[in-house]
């Protein structure tokens, strides 16, 4: 019998999460609890992350306070008719993260880094999500850069808000949606001997 080295089965794992995830938009209760969701969020943080500085942070939106967060964004709204769906918007996931991007100024680490780190990081997030069993989407969320949105959440005049991360379990019966493979041979180049 054959055994399969530990370091490339667990890669063949991960690369069956990678390939096989997708973004569930239909999410309904239960969703992860606080303990789960730090367990999740710590193994999140070692996404690449230059410096390790960690330049974001997550507010868990859950209950009433989606709510009270919807009635914040419709304010933002021009007109009553959306005022209504941006307020609906709020209540398509049992859990938020509202994921803040918290860049700092340091010559060594530019910005673009920081927001690469902070995306590498939402992306691991939802990765280790579908692998236990929970739907997620990241999703811009109406008006994020709004006045009263900024404010409801705390965000600083130094922060970004990039969305949310919508949490929850897959509505049942729903098949996930199929994707086909991409092709991405225009998107890779090689200089020097590819003969490697």
């Known amino acids: 019998m054959t055994t399969v ?5 667990a890669a063949g794992d991960a690369e069956t999460a990678i ?3 997708r973004s569930t938009v239909r999410l309904t209760a239960p969703a992860p609890g606080p303990d789960e969701l730090l367990d999740l969020l710590a193994a999140a943080a070692t996404a690449p992350d230059h410096g390790q500085l960690r330049p974001w942070r997550l507010i868990a939106i859950c209950g009433n306070a989606r709510v009270r967060l919807g009635e914040a964004a419709a304010e933002a709204a021009p007109t009553a ?9 709020h209540l398509r996931a049992p859990l938020m993260l509202a994921l803040v991007f918290q860049p700092r100024d340091l010559p060594a680490i530019p910005r673009w880094e920081q927001l690469a780190a902070t995306s590498a990081m939402a992306t691991t997030l939802l990765l280790l999500l ?3 069993g929970w739907g997620g989407v990241w999703y811009g969320g109406p008006y994020p850069d709004a006045p009263q949105v900024r404010k409801h959440l705390g965000v600083g005049d130094a922060e970004q808000l990039l969305g949310y991360l ?3 379990t897959p509505v049942p019966g729903e098949a996930p949606r199929s994707r086909a493979a991409a092709d991405v041979r225009s998107k890779l180049s090689w200089l020097g001997d590819t003969a490697l």
């Not at 080295?5 to 089965?9: D, I, L, M, N, Q």
């Not at 008719?81 to 918007?89: E, H, I, M």
């Open 5 to 9: 080295p530990a370091a490339r089965a």
């Open 19 to 21: 390939r096989s995830r």
């Open 81 to 89: 008719d959306l005022a209504k769906r941006t307020a609906a918007k």
């Open 130 to 132: 579908d692998a236990r």
């Open 166 to 168: 919508n949490v929850g």
